[in-house]
Nanobody, 123 residues
Framework: QVQLVESGGGLVQAGGSLRLSCTVS????????MGWFRRAPGKEREFVAA????????SYADSVKGRFTISRDNAKNTAYLQMDSLKPEDTAVYYC????????????????WGQGTQVTVSS
């Protein structure tokens, strides 16, 4: 059974930074594509970023491009989301996702999700 545990959320002022972590167990992490999604209050879940198992092809939502960076450390079984220049509209619960196929991660159809971590950006 794949388990994903996010950490690193919190309260930050606009313009600040946070780094989220997602640690994976139960599968060979180096063969998993990883992604981040978020759900803001009253809104649908939306794709944020994804990265392939060999760190290939990072992709980003237009709303975070140039501000967020996804990365991974296969030795630590952990994926990261570095969030800079945060805006109040980035406030959401952030979820990490994993699967063997990047496509299912990007489209959010993977069955493997973390429990979420709250990010709140104050103005």
């Amino acid at each position: 059974q794949v388990q994903l545990v996010e950490s690193g959320g919190g309260l930050v002022q606009a313009g600040g930074s946070l780094r989220l972590s997602c640690t994976v167990s139960g599968r060979t992490f180096s063969r998993l594509s990883m992604g981040w999604f978020r759900r803001a209050p009253g809104k649908e879940r939306e794709f944020v970023a994804a990265i392939g198992w060999s760190s290939d092809g990072p992709s980003y939502a237009d709303s975070v491009k140039g501000r967020f960076t996804i990365s991974r450390d296969n030795a630590k079984n952990t994926a990261y989301l570095q969030m800079d220049s945060l805006k109040p509209e980035d406030t959401a619960v952030y979820y990490c996702a994993a699967d063997h196929q990047t496509r299912t991660v990007v489209f959010g159809t993977t069955p493997y999700w973390g429990q979420g971590t709250q990010v709140t950006v104050s103005s």
